[in-house]
């Protein structure tokens, strides 16, 4: 039996791993202490490497779907999730500036400014299915 | 003249094809912030604009620039997406 993951379930599998960051970062009281910096680099580089590929799953899972509103779906799914990470790490990046969380917060940053784009590039596509060029200039596709 | 039913455009297959490759090189890269992605959107842009500028335009004056850049983008994606299938 083949099981299906939809791009949902992903973020909703993912968003615990940036919960814990955070109850980690709050948690710590002595955030310049060697071992509570450790700690939090740990997560904080677990939940890098989920944004990277989650990122690249709804690249992929975008390149896959066939309706305009869908791919709009995934990506803006994938900034809200950038989103949280930005949330989560407003104040702890200033609490942990050298534990990984100022260049975690950038990468997050960039991440979803590119979502953005995808978005607003996918809502300028479905608005311009409204507009006819003449046949002809694309070649047809069978 | 194309070979696989598909029919030629003012823009060829052939010219589809390689805006297509760029397209999945940027649109869909695992690590957006690459410079591989990044030059390949600017190589995309470049050649869009270009051919605009040179063909469409000229000869389609009633088609603006943006119109043609979002059915170039719509264009490449069903390209793409024809592509994924003939490889399963």
Known sequence: MKTCVSFEDLLRINRPQVDYMQKIGEAITDPNSLDACEIFTKQVRIVEGLLIQTYGIAAEFSKRATDLQEI???WSSMAMFCNVVLQTLSLLKDKFPYCGAPQLYDMA???????????????EEVSCQRVEIPKGILPELS | MSTSGDTEGDITRAELAELAALFDQFEFAFDPLSLAARE??????????????????PKYPEVDFTSFYCKVKSACRAYLRKQLRSQR
């Open chain 1, 72 to 74: 709009a779906d995934i």
């Open chain 1, 109 to 123: 940053l960039d991440y979803k400014l590119e979502c953005d784009k995808r978005f607003r590039g996918v809502l």
């Open chain 2, 40 to 57: 390949a959107e600017s190589r995309f842009d470049d050649q869009v604009r270009s051919l605009f500028d040179q063909r469409i335009g």
